[in-house]
């Protein structure tokens, strides 16, 4: 199967682009890498990225659900851009890898897009923030 071309201004790429892509905060620090991505199939959009961050070599590592809308990805440098402070991703509810919150909990879903100030889940889909 060919590999699908892209311009480099779109923002259309495959998701094994994005899974283990960097992701760095706004002064280009890294936090950690994209460990896989959420998606809603009923509604068609990727909800939250999941991160990795912490530990050393991959052990240790903790792993964070952040909504999508939190992301710029950056193309020219095949990294992502999470733009929050990395004390408020610190005190993020985390999870480990083999320990993964129901993320089909309308509850959890809520606080967890509240933690990075946006809207609840329900609303997020129109990119509402608060």
């Not at 259309?12 to 950690?32: E, F």
Request: include cysteine.
């Amino acid at each position: 199967m060919a590999e699908p071309r892209l311009a480099r201004s779109q923002h259309i790429v495959p998701a094994k682009i994005v899974i283990g892509s960097d992701v760095i905060d706004a002064n280009s620090d890294y936090l950690g890498a994209v460990e896989d991505l959420v998606v809603d199939a009923g509604a068609g959009r990727i909800v939250y990225a999941v991160l990795s961050f912490g530990g050393f070599v991959g052990i240790g590592d903790k792993c964070f659900a952040i909504p999508w809308s939190s992301f710029q990805f950056h193309l020219p440098e095949v990294c992502v851009v999470l733009n929050v402070d990395k004390k408020l991703l610190e005190s993020a509810p985390g999870f480990h890898r083999g320990d993964w919150p129901d993320m089909t909990d309308s509850t959890w879903g809520t606080s967890i897009h509240k933690h990075y100030g946006l809207a609840g889940y329900g609303e997020a889909a129109t990119g509402d923030r608060r």
